[in-house]
């Protein structure tokens, strides 16, 4: 999908709406960082505001990460699993036929929270 993660720094179009690339690459990062969970159902935010100090289950972490975008440099997402022999592309190779995210979140609720952000 992604090779790099330049998309991070896409997150509104000209607009302000945020991107499909980026709204993409976040479901990629969510089910990424959720795949690494042994019991717990929540991980730390990345986002600006949460900084990795706040947890947070999938839809919240979506929806801060939509809205405030990832905190600065965290283009190796370290904090949720990710080295250099784990990375999100051997991930997405693994994981091909898993779908996103979003289509196992209630379709109302994901449908409200994006009107709400104006994406």
Not at 38 to 45: H, L, M, Q, R
Not at 73 to 81: A, D, L, Q, R, S
């Amino acid at each position: 999908m992604m090779d790099d993660r330049s998309w991070i720094d896409r997150r509104v179009d000209d607009n302000g709406f945020v991107t499909d690339e980026f709204k993409e690459g976040v479901q990629l990062f969510v089910r990424f960082a959720f795949s690494r969970l042994k019991a717990k159902s929540e991980i730390k935010c990345p986002c600006s505001k949460c900084k990795c100090r706040k947890w947070g289950n999938p839809e919240v972490v979506f929806v801060h990460l939509c809205k405030h975008g990832f905190m600065n440099n965290y283009y190796t997402w370290y904090v949720h699993g990710e080295t250099s022999n784990n990375t999100v592309r051997n991930f997405e190779r693994e994981s091909s036929n898993m779908e996103f995210v979003r289509n196992e979140v209630d379709p109302l609720y994901h449908e409200m929270v994006v009107d709400a952000m104006g994406a």
